[in-house]
């Protein structure tokens, strides 16, 4: 079992960059697959990116490719997602999640989520 802790989402300028962690307890870190997803009021749950246990493997969602940019440091226990070139549109509670095994692009796949971090971007 794994517990994940995201932080670092706050009130960032268009254009600006924030950069959220998500950090994990539980020895077993490293046979988790972790992905971001974010929810926007009113919306469906959506898939960002998603990094494999050590870190070599990554996907991203089409619309997310080149402004965002997951990461983790298995020594820490944390998976990163560096946002860059923020629009309003990005505005949304992220979260991360993890499983054990591939990772998959649907939320449903994924057996354990952090709370949730908010960001929002003012135009």
């Known amino acids: 079992q794994v517990q994940l802790v995201e932080s670092g989402g706050g009130l960032v300028q268009a254009g600006g960059s924030l950069r959220l962690s998500c950090a994990a307890s539980?020895?077993?870190?490293?046979?988790?697959?972790i992905a971001w997803f974010r929810q926007a009021p009113g919306k469906e749950r959506d898939f960002i990116a998603a990094?494999?246990?050590?870190?070599?493997?990554?996907y991203y969602a089409d619309s997310m490719k080149g402004r965002f940019t997951i990461s983790r440091d298995n020594a820490k226990n944390t998976v990163y997602l560096q946002m860059n070139s923020l629009k309003p549109d990005d505005t949304a509670v992220y979260y991360c999640?993890?499983?054990?095994?591939?990772?998959?692009?649907?939320?449903?796949?994924?057996?354990?989520w952090g709370q949730g971090t908010q960001v929002t971007v003012s135009s």
């Open positions: 999640a993890a499983k054990t095994g591939y990772y998959y692009t649907n939320y449903r796949r994924y057996d354990y």
């Open positions: 539980g020895r077993t870190f490293t046979t988790y697959a």
């Open positions: 990094i494999n246990w050590s870190g070599t493997t990554t």
